[in-house]
């Protein structure tokens, strides 16, 4: 079975400085790897994926993710984060193969970008 | 740019009563889910379906739930009977699927439908 993990709650940063969010995960295979973000009272948007390649995959609004097989981890990152970031960030796995290529998701990381 | 839509956004109902939610999904995709979140837990999946027919489903989705394409463009979730822990918001996604060499795996959700169960 697949999993995803998300060991914190809430992230607090200061506007400016870097941000990470944590994820590791466990499937059988090589994995597909998302993370989406929801703002409130809004459904899950894409950030970013990663299927193959570069372990270092850039998305949307400057974030980016960073895949390590060897610690079964893709941790979101951005350099310099901003208040307009705040939001539940979750991250979400998938097996290369399935029938119906279900997406797993974790349990959830509050982010808080204060000034 | 193509978005999937959800309707109602808020939907109440008393329990034992059947609700249908609608969406829908981007005009040219395949692939078609349901996920559903619980206040404060974590997305978790239903059901799948392609080719007018369920991919996969979850233990979650039970007689009570049934999905239709009823036609080119709406897909629906159906719970006959609705319980208390029925309660959640739904989520629509959708997913193009693989053709002639192109090939996404991403999944586009809505905004959802908070189904209320009293």
């Known amino acids: 079975a697949q999993s995803v993990a998300q060991p914190e709650d809430q992230v607090n940063v200061a506007e400016g400085n870097p941000l990470t969010v944590k994820c590791t995960y466990s499937v059988s295979g090589n994995p597909y790897l998302f993370w989406y973000v929801q703002y409130p009272n809004r459904g899950l948007q894409f950030l970013l994926k990663y299927i193959t390649g570069d372990n270092l995959v850039k998305g949307s609004y400057g974030f980016e993710a960073e895949f390590n097989k060897s610690q079964t981890s893709f941790h979101l990152k951005k350099p310099s984060a901003l208040v307009s970031d705040s939001a539940l960030y979750f991250c979400a796995v998938r097996a290369p193969t399935g029938g119906g290529n279900k997406l797993t998701f974790g349990t959830g990381t509050q982010l808080k970008v204060e000034l | 740019e193509p978005e999937v839509t959800q309707t109602p956004s808020h939907q109440v109902t008393q329990m034992g009563q059947e609700v249908i939610l609608r969406c829908v999904p981007i005009?040219?995709?395949?692939?078609f889910y349901w996920y559903r979140q619980i206040l404060g837990q974590k997305v978790e999946f239903l059901v799948s379906f392609y080719n007018n027919e369920i991919s996969e489903k979850s233990e979650i989705f039970d007689d009570q739930f049934s999905v239709e394409r009823p036609d080119g463009s709406n897909f629906t979730l159906k719970i006959r009977s609705t319980k208390l822990e029925d309660s959640a918001m739904y989520f629509c996604a959708s997913r193009y699927g693989t053709s002639g060499g192109r090939s996404t795996d991403t999944q586009y959700f809505g905004p959802g439908t908070r189904l209320t169960v009293l």
């Open positions: 005009s040219n995709h395949l692939y």
